[in-house]
Structure formats: structure tokens, C-alpha cells
């Protein structure tokens, strides 16, 4: 394997699976997963209106005592499933992007109203928007029920709509503020209090359907606050086409292409993003109208990108770049969620809207890497039967350090030394 290979692999992907085939032009081959349809498989998953009728139902018709919920049933094989993907996957840097996007457009199990629906909007609106336009994913995200719920958007109501006036209750600004901050501009916009209030009439009358026998979102002109409003000097129509004009709008603006550019480069080349990396990204964001396929082969063309590793791998990436190592069966349990959660990024559970932290200093304390060393340990325990020097070349190439190399060779056990690999510094990194 040489240097571009490993890059491709280990920048780019979740990490080499044992010995598969290496692509002949990473390059191409990166590409090439945009271009082509995404391979993930869902057997049996459940759309966001069937996860929304199992949740009505937990409650009215409660099952047997010691079986799970229905929710606690979808929830354990979405997580199953994502687990496996990507294990298993063959476009390992779609898959990175779809993990990428997820944390953008960050919510968690951490509010119950979102057990039963994170995998389906996973699926329904980020998985299918990862190489298309950014504002396609946006108005996905702020129509599905899952981000309407963890961002308590459900409960908006315009002060001088119908159920405003009767019920004298008023605007949740949650969600309009995290898309101005979090999702589609940042602060460095410039945008104001009064643009984020203006933003929370828009979205009033967004909400969730729970009434009739297919749930899932709905916009209530009765929620709804009446009359034209001003965003950052932009006029935006009443109703519903309010909002889709709006975030259409501001997923289109230099402000949004600059914020997104400095994220995605800072999440597959540096830290501290190269300010001429993210001045292309940018640039092709702008041209392109937020094409994120085109940003995406962008990135694959910066020279930034095929130098040495640069980025610590997050306690999900490394599980799952631990298990493709020594090339791990698909589970049929949530044992990939649970070693996440023991490392301290438990899937789908970010603690705060802006997601998980994409610096190494978040991960890189001595008691993080400590449980890092303890979980090679367990994984090389069920896996002891590949030779570590030969996983260690075929997942490492060129940055395996030789002296990496030579404690695993004088280890005293097998297990001892496929936990010196995956403990080495360089695995660690991508």
C-alpha cells in the first residue's frame, strides 16, 4: 500500500477492511463513491410515519412486561444497522460524509422524543442529500419531525395566530436560532436578536402530526404567525412557502458556502482549516449553488488532503476503523453503539445541538486514550487470530512508525501486540 492509498483509506474512508483490494487511483475511486448510488443497506427499516404510529402506540397499547417497546426495538436495529454500514461499506467515504452531515444537523437520543425517529431521518433526510444541494438537506432537516421535536419547534405558535390569540402562548425560538447559528450561517453572518425572532415567526406553524393515521410533519396555518417578515434585510412572504424561500435563501449565501467550507475542512484535512483549503471549498459552494457532491470531489483534489495524517480519529471513527482492522462479522447486537459509548461519543446522543467536538483536544485527554488502549485490548480478545505485523501493514501502509512495528513484533502475546497497533499513535489518526 503507498502513501496515496493509505490516504484514501484512512483520510477519507473509516480505515482498510483486512485485505481488500486497494483502489488502483484513489482518487477515482473516492470519486467515484459520489457518483455512484449510495450501497448502505436498511432491511426491514421502518419509515419516520411507521416509527411515529410505533410511539403513539408504546403509549395506548403498552406490550407485555419484560419486552422491549416498540421504540427500544427500532432503536436498537437502527443502530444496528448503521453500525454495520459502516463496517461493511464498500463507499467508506459516502459513508464518512453521511456521519459528517448527521453531526451538522445535530439531534439526540438525549430527548426521548427522538428515539423513535433519529434513524429515520438519518435516512430520509441526510443520507439521501449527501451529494446533492445543500438546500435540499436543509428544508429535509427542518421538515422532518425528529429536528422539529429536539429543537421544540412543535410548540411555536405565532403570538397572533388563531391558537395564539385564544391561547395567549407564543414563539420557541430554539430552532430558528441553531439554523442561523449551527446549521446554515454561523455568527460571523452578522445576523441579530431580532433577525432570530423574525427567523421563529417563519418557521411558526411547522410542526408535528400526530393525529391520523400518518404522522410526520405538517405546517398548521392555525400556528402560524400572519404577514410578511424581515431576515437580515431580505423580505419573506407569509405561510409555509415563507420558509421554504427562506432557507432556500440563506443556504444559497456567501456567508453559508464559507461556514460550511471551513467545517468540512476541518473535518477531513486540519483543525486549524488552511485558509486557501477553505477559500476553494467555498469557491465551489458558491459556483455551484451548494452542490455538495461537487465540494466533496473538491476536497479529494486539495493537495491538502494527501500529505500526513493529520486529524485524531473520534471515538466513533476509531471503533469502527478498530473493527474493519482485523475485519469484524457484521453484528447482530448493539455491541459497535455500546464500545462508542465506553470511549464517550455515544451514537446519536451529541450532548448540546452543535454536535460533537471536531478537534483533537476533545478527545485527546489521558484517561480518553486510556479507555482507547483498553478497548484495543477487548477487540484484539475477540479477534485473535490475525497476525498483528500483517494487519499492521495492510491497515497502515506507509505510516506504520518502525517503532510501532517493532513492539508489536517483541510483544508477548498476539492480543498484546494487535493492542499495541491499535493503540499506536498513528492508527489513532486519519
Same mark, same amino acid.
Given at each position: 500500500?503507498?502513501? #496515496? ?10 480505515? *482498510?477492511?483486512?485485505? %481488500? ?18 450501497? @448502505?443497506? !436498511? ?6 410515519? %411507521? ?15 419484560? $419486552? ?9 436495529? %437502527? ?13 467508506? +467515504? ?10 451538522? +444537523? ?5 430527548? #426521548? ?11 430520509? &433526510? ?8 445543500? @438546500? =435540499? ?5 427542518? $421538515? ?16 397572533? @395566530? ?32 431580532? =433577525? ?13 402530526? +400526530? ?13 402560524? /404567525? ?9 423580505? +419573506? ?48 459552494? *458558491? ?21 500526513? #495524517?493529520?486529524?485524531? *480519529?473520534?471515538?466513533? /471513527?476509531?471503533?469502527?476503523?478498530? &473493527? ?62 490475525? =497476525?498483528?505485523? %500483517? ?18 513484533? !517483541? ?18 489518526? *486519519?
Amino acid at each position: 500500500m503507498d502513501a #496515496l492509498q493509505a490516504q484514501a483509506l484512512i483520510r477519507f474512508g473509516l480505515g *482498510r477492511r483486512g485485505n %481488500e483490494p486497494l483502489p488502483a487511483d484513489p482518487a477515482a475511486w473516492l470519486k467515484g463513491q459520489i457518483t455512484r448510488p449510495d450501497p @448502505s443497506e !436498511f432491511p426491514g427499516a421502518l419509515s419516520t410515519t %411507521e416509527c411515529l404510529t410505533a410511539w403513539r402506540l408504546d403509549s395506548q397499547q403498552p406490550l407485555p412486561p419484560g $419486552q422491549p417497546s416498540r421504540v427500544n426495538s427500532i432503536l436498537a436495529q %437502527e443502530k444496528i444497522q448503521q453500525c454495520n454500514n459502516a463496517l461493511m461499506s464498500s463507499a467508506p +467515504f459516502r459513508e464518512r460524509l453521511v456521519w459528517f452531515w448527521t453531526n451538522h +444537523f445535530a439531534v439526540s437520543l438525549n430527548r #426521548l422524543e427522538c428515539l423513535p425517529v433519529t434513524g429515520a431521518f438519518i435516512r430520509e &433526510a441526510i443520507r439521501p442529500h449527501v451529494t446533492g444541494k445543500f @438546500s =435540499d438537506m436543509v428544508l429535509a432537516v427542518m $421538515q422532518h419531525p425528529a429536528m422539529l421535536m429536539y429543537l421544540d419547534n412543535w410548540g411555536s405558535i405565532g403570538p397572533n @395566530s388563531p391558537v395564539g390569540l385564544q391561547s395567549g402562548k407564543g414563539l420557541n425560538e430554539n430552532l430558528a436560532r441553531e439554523c442561523l447559528e449551527l446549521h446554515v450561517l454561523s455568527p460571523a453572518s452578522g445576523y441579530t436578536q431580532a =433577525d432570530v425572532t423574525s427567523m421563529a415567526r417563519i418557521l411558526t406553524g411547522w410542526t408535528v402530526n +400526530f393525529g391520523d393515521q400518518h404522522p410526520g410533519f405538517v405546517f398548521s396555518p392555525a400556528l402560524h /404567525e400572519p404577514g410578511h417578515k424581515t431576515v437580515m434585510g431580505k423580505v +419573506f412572504p407569509e405561510g409555509e412557502e415563507g420558509g421554504v424561500e427562506a432557507l432556500t435563501y440563506f443556504a444559497d449565501q456567501p456567508a453559508c458556502h464559507q461556514f460550511l467550507a471551513t467545517k468540512l475542512v476541518r473535518h477531513f484535512v486540519a483543525d486549524d482549516p488552511p485558509a486557501g483549503a477553505v477559500a476553494t471549498i467555498a469557491g465551489v459552494l *458558491r459556483d455551484t449553488h451548494g452542490d455538495l457532491a461537487a465540494a466533496s470531489v473538491a476536497l479529494v483534489d486539495l493537495p491538502d488532503c494527501w500529505t500526513r #495524517l493529520t486529524k485524531l *480519529r473520534t471515538p466513533q /471513527e476509531y471503533v469502527i476503523a478498530c &473493527a474493519r482492522a482485523v475485519e469484524a462479522e457484521p453484528v447482530t447486537t448493539t455491541l459497535a453503539a455500546e464500545l462508542m459509548d465506553g470511549l464517550g461519543q455515544p451514537l446519536w446522543t451529541p450532548p448540546l445541538p452543535n454536535g460533537w467536538a471536531d478537534r483533537a483536544e476533545s478527545w485527546a485527554g489521558p484517561e480518553a486514550l486510556l479507555r482507547r488502549a483498553e478497548l484495543a485490548n477487548k477487540i484484539a480478545g475477540r479477534h485473535p487470530d490475525p =497476525d498483528p505485523a %500483517e494487519v499492521a501493514d495492510a491497515c497502515l501502509g506507509p505510516f506504520l512508525r518502525a517503532e510501532t512495528l517493532q513492539a508489536i513484533k !517483541f510483544a508477548g502475546s498476539r492480543r498484546g501486540a494487535m493492542t499495541m497497533l491499535m493503540a499506536s499513535p498513528e492508527f489513532m489518526r *486519519r
